[in-house]
Antibody, heavy 121, light 110 residues
Framework: QVQLQESGPGLVKPSQTLSLTCTVS??????????WSWIRQPAGKGLEWIGR???????NYNPSLKSRVTISVDTSKNQFSLKLSSVTAADTAVYYC?????????????WGQGTLVTVSS | QSALTQPRSVSGSPGQSVTISCTGT?????????VSWYQQHPGKAPKLMIY???KRPSGVPDRFSGSTSGNTASLTISGLQAEDEADYYC??????????FGGGTKLTVL
């Protein structure tokens, strides 16, 4: 079955760029039936959708983060990535990657285990 | 784009039924049949429980059901079990290729 795994630095300094990668195994990231998303969750708080990318490279972002977010895909490595610029302490969260269904729109399954990113000097 | 509104907490005794509401607007829940529900246990990734308003993925017990009425979506859990104690999040398509989550509801099984 398809599995997702996030990777990247767990500590980022304020004003710098947060970079994470999600590696997809057990299936192809190039499947046209799915898209690939990033979702985050600050400690003790709710989920926030960051954005998504299709294997074609087409992207959509949360309007509240759009100016700072870039999501890209590397089909040769079966990976997709997140870059969030000009981070502050408010960006400290567990970051999840997830597979979304094109037909189901909000149907995320499976999810990665999540990775904690702390923004601190 | 504002977060969908969920009650902070709900509770029920084993065997009972509970319903969690998720209120949005005509621009999200009320405008599309794309509402999903996620269960999250502490320290774990969310798990898909309901998608497309009322569809259950394979493996999810039929004790879980979803519906919508106007701008409000609901998740009903019948025959409450101890393992159902978790946080629950709704998610809706919000137009313009964007999505929005609810603030989450903590379900306590008494």
């Amino acid at each position: 079955q398809v599995q997702l795994q996030e990777s990247g630095p767990g500590l980022v300094k304020p004003s710098q760029t947060l970079s994470l990668t999600c590696t997809v195994s057990g299936g192809s990231i190039s499947s046209g039936s799915y898209y690939w998303s990033w979702i985050r969750q600050p400690a003790g708080k709710g989920l926030e959708w960051i954005g998504r990318i299709y294997s074609s490279g087409s992207t959509n972002y949360n309007p509240s983060l759009k100016s700072r977010v870039t999501i890209s895909v590397d089909t040769s490595k079966n990976q997709f990535s997140l870059k969030l610029s000009s981070v502050t302490a408010a960006d400290t969260a567990v970051y999840y990657c997830a597979r979304g269904s094109v037909a189901g729109m909000t149907q995320f399954d499976p999810w990665g285990q999540g990775t904690l990113v702390t923004v601190s000097s | 784009q504002s977060a969908l509104t969920q009650p902070r907490s709900v509770s029920g005794s084993p065997g009972q039924s509970v319903t969690i509401s998720c209120t949005g607007t005509s621009s999200d829940i009320g405008g599309y049949n794309y509402v999903s529900w996620y269960q999250q246990h502490p320290g774990k990734a969310p798990k898909l429980m309901i998608y497309a308003v009322s569809k259950r993925p394979s493996g999810v017990p039929d004790r879980f059901s979803g519906s919508t009425s106007g701008n409000t979506a609901s998740l009903t859990i019948s025959g409450l079990q101890a393992e159902d104690e978790a946080d629950y999040y709704c998610c809706s398509y919000a137009g313009s290729y964007t999505l929005v989550f609810g603030g989450g509801t903590k379900l306590t099984v008494l």
